[in-house]
């Protein structure tokens, strides 16, 4: 055996040292591989915990937000069932459609039906499903205002009654719900906002132009032997007696048709036999008379009240306004601003004819502004109207005997009154700063540039340059008036129509459909209080369109100035004519003779939405109480918030 050497003897020395190494290492491992698992776990357990807090809260949000759209609706609901409990005599022109009691109760409704303990969202085999849970801890419900729909101002005094179309009334709401769904996590919400009721159809006794009708007659009496021509009618519909319907031919009404008459004739041929039925057809001996009315039949209406005269036109021309209703005089006339073609003011013992403007001048006798609404022609009078060529100027020739007086209004295409007035007749031209324009009665200022042309006498022809060609300029308002007959001889033709007169002119549209690039401004008024407007239609193919409103109508009770009125209407004095085409209405007191092969009148829909010819013959009317009343609800919500502590 040999010895250990001292080499050896040191090799084993630190072999001993070194034990345990091997056991430290594995403990250190283990400590490292414990604290990853505890840190895993920490972790773990924080995001179940932030995640299960984060899932209740949204849980407890989305309950809230359930709350409110479950008690919005039933508030919704509360106020549909007091407005369908109004019954046809409501009137919404005077009354609010829920009373302040009513407000109150639905304030009350909602705090005691939601207001307690929480409620579940689930019900049934579903309780279970999700936890979730809302009271409402607060509810208001008040009413806030009412608002005239289609004009300023306020519903009791509207700024434009003309184009009042109903009421908005507003209630101002507010909820507050609190959302749970575990624990005690909950979520508050709060919910505010608007109800509109929206009351429209019948809005009450307003001032509305005859220009809104598409057929007026004021005198039609039941099974009188007389019907109704057979064909589409446009616009709205209505007689101060009774419509008889024939067999002739088919009825259709495009808008509503009303008759102060409670029943209507059925004419039927034969037997002469004319059924008074309160229905909307009728049937005898294997015939049937069933007009079709898309838009309702209504029997038993209030008589509409008829226009007294035309001296409010007249006025019109003097003081831009033409609110008085009494006949000017000769001293009225000869006081105002009214001068011809010299400058010669009108004279106090009064004329039989000439042409006049209401023009001021100054101490040289120069022009200096135009002060009225129009132009008075004393005697009778051809009147041809014209487009003048710079695109804004329109133009009056009037013919009286041997004189011809032109009178051209060129406004600029503005309607604030500004332009220039050309006056000419036998040799002598007046330039007068501005134009005719119409006034607001209760302030005085400019509510458009339009002209009234009053005739006092008849118009023995009315027309405008030729077949086919313009007469009504782009932005000009225009009425025509005459103390006796007005008697048109041609074509009178916007320079831009303003509705369809085809269908589908406009793809999938019926005729009559406002084309709205074409909303210019033009209108034109033709109005007698106490003659006919007669058609005698010279023109070669005997075809003649009118765009305008007709009126030949005058309360025959009343003061209808010379020759007392009362039994105007539109009448063919001429050869007969093949079509005739109005755009715009007819309004008259009686139905006359228009001996036409072929009628077409297209309703001019502006005059459905509160616009009119300038001082066109108006009426008040008093729709009965809820005929036609319409009440929608909608709701506007204005805040939505989250008023919780946390998030």
């Known amino acids: 055996m040999q010895p250990k050497t001292r080499f050896s003897r040191n090799r084993q020395r630190r072999r001993q040292k070194e034990r345990g190494v091997a056991l430290l290492a594995v403990l250190l491992l283990l400590m490292l591989m414990t604290g990853l698992s505890v840190a895993m776990v920490m972790s773990v357990r924080s995001d179940l915990l932030i995640n299960g807090f984060y899932r209740n809260y949204r849980g407890s949000f989305y309950a809230a937000d359930s709350g409110l759209n479950i008690a919005r609706q039933d508030m919704v609901n509360q106020i549909n069932n007091d407005l369908a409990a109004l019954g046809p005599t409501y009137n919404p022109a005077t009354t609010p459609p829920l009373s302040a009691a009513e407000d109150a109760n639905i304030q009350s409704y909602l705090n005691t ?138 009825y259709i009404f495009t808008d509503s048709v009303g008759s102060n008459g409670g029943q209507a004739g059925y004419q039927f041929p034969g037997n002469g036999n004319c059924d008074q039925l309160a229905a909307t057809s009728d049937q005898q001996g294997g015939q049937t008379i069933a007009p079709t009315f898309q838009h309702g039949f209504n029997l038993g209406q209030p008589k509409v009240p008829l226009p007294p005269n035309s001296y ?20 009225d006339l000869a006081n105002s601003n009214l001068k011809d073609i010299t400058g010669t003011s009108y004279p106090k013992n009064g004329t039989s004819s000439g042409v006049f403007l209401p023009y001021t001048t100054d101490n040289k006798g120069n022009p200096t502004g135009f002060a009225g609404g129009g132009i008075l022609v004393e005697g009778d009078a051809k009147v041809t109207l014209s487009t003048g060529a710079n695109g804004t100027a329109q133009i009056y020739t009037i013919v009286q005997g041997s004189t011809t007086t032109i009178v051209t209004v060129d406004n600029g295409g503005n309607n604030n009154g500004t332009g220039t007035t050309t006056f000419t007749s036998g040799g002598n031209t007046v330039t007068i700063p501005g134009v005719p324009t119409m006034k607001d009665p209760n302030t005085g200022l400019v509510t458009g540039a339009d002209t009234m042309l009053y005739v006092d006498g008849n118009i023995t022809s009315l027309s405008g340059p030729g077949e086919g060609i313009p007469a009504i300029q782009d932005h000009n308002a225009v009425t025509i008036t005459a103390a006796g007959n007005v ?61 305008a409103s007709l009126a030949a109508i005058c309360d025959p009770t009343g003061p209808c100035g010379q020759g007392g009125g009362g039994t105007g209407g539109l009448v063919n004095v001429g050869s007969k004519i093949n079509t005739l085409t109005i755009v715009g209405g007819r309004i008259q007191n009686t139905g006359k003779d228009i001996n036409t092969t072929t009628r077409n009148v297209f309703f001019d829909r502006r005059y459905g939405q509160g616009f009119a010819p300038p001082w066109f013959p108006s009426t008040t009317v008093t729709p009965p109480p809820g005929a036609g009343t319409v009440l929608t609800t909608s709701v506007s919500r204005t805040q939505w918030a989250n008023t919780s502590s946390y998030y």
Request: with cysteine; charged share 10%.
């Open 113 to 250: 039906t939601y207001g307690g303990g929480y409620q579940s969202l689930n019900q049934g085999s579903a309780s279970d499903a999700w936890p979730g849970k809302y009271k409402i801890t607060s509810a208001t419900f008040t009413f806030a205002q009412c608002t005239p729909i289609g004009t300023d101002g306020t519903c009791a005094a509207p700024t434009n009654p003309l184009k009042l179309t109903g009421y908005d009334y507003i209630y101002s709401y507010s909820l507050t719900a609190v959302g749970q769904s575990a624990g005690n996590q909950a979520v508050t919400l709060l919910d505010s906002g608007s109800v509109f009721v929206k009351a429209t159809g019948n809005i009450g006794t307003t001032t509305t132009s005859f220009a809104g009708w598409g057929l007026f007659i004021d005198s039609s009496k039941i099974c009188d032997g007389s019907i109704l021509v057979p064909g589409t009618v446009s616009g709205p519909v209505f007689t101060n007696g009774s419509w008889n319907f024939g067999s002739t031919g088919q």
């Open 312 to 331: 409010s036109q007249e006025r019109a021309v003097l003081d831009s306004m033409g609110t008085n209703n009494t006949q000017p005089s000769k001293q």
């Open 487 to 547: 008697t048109i001889t041609g074509d009178i033709l916007y320079n831009t129509e303003p509705v369809t007169t085809t269908q589908n002119q406009i793809p999938n549209t019926p005729a009559d459909t406002l084309i709205p690039q074409n909303q210019k401004g033009q209108a034109l008024g033709i109005f007698t209080a106490t003659g006919d407007i007669q058609l005698n239609n010279l023109q070669s193919d005997k075809n003649i369109e009118i765009d």
